[in-house]
Nanobody, 127 residues
Framework: QVQPVESGGGLVQIGDSLGLSCANSGRGLTSAAMAWFRQAPGKEREFVAALNLIDNWTNYEDSLRGRFTISRDDAKNTLNLQMNRLKAEDTAVYYC????????????????????WGQGTQVTVSS
């Protein structure tokens, strides 16, 4: 069973860095791919980044490439998102998404393509 659980959100200032983590309810990462999405108030959920857990391919939303880094920590069995040089517009609830164990792609940028979701973690970037 796949049940993502996010951690690491919080309140930071513009220009700060923040890391998020996603675990699979204490189990290993069994999905073919995992991703981060975010949703700001009044906006639709949008793709941030994805990682293929089989071949380690990654994909990023173009405007976030270079500031955000998606990675895995096999020792901790987590998917991570490192966010640098944060801006006010990065304020959102960040969600971890996971695919089925044998089906998933880093090119699935629509939230409807991901079957498993965490409850989200709030990231607020203030001045």
């Amino acid at each position: 069973q796949v049940q993502p659980v996010e951690s690491g959100g919080g309140l930071v200032q513009i220009g700060d860095s923040l890391g998020l983590s996603c675990a699979n309810s204490g189990r290993g990462l069994t999905s073919a791919a995992m991703a981060w999405f975010r949703q700001a108030p009044g906006k639709e959920r949008e793709f941030v980044a994805a990682l293929n857990l089989i071949d380690n391919w990654t994909n990023y939303e173009d405007s976030l490439r270079g500031r955000f880094t998606i990675s895995r920590d096999d020792a901790k069995n987590t998917l991570n998102l490192q966010m640098n040089r944060l801006k006010a517009e990065d304020t959102a609830v960040y969600y971890c998404a996971a695919s089925e164990p044998r089906r998933g792609s880093v090119w699935d940028t629509s939230p409807y393509q991901w079957p498993y979701w965490g409850q989200g973690t709030q990231v607020t970037v203030s001045s």
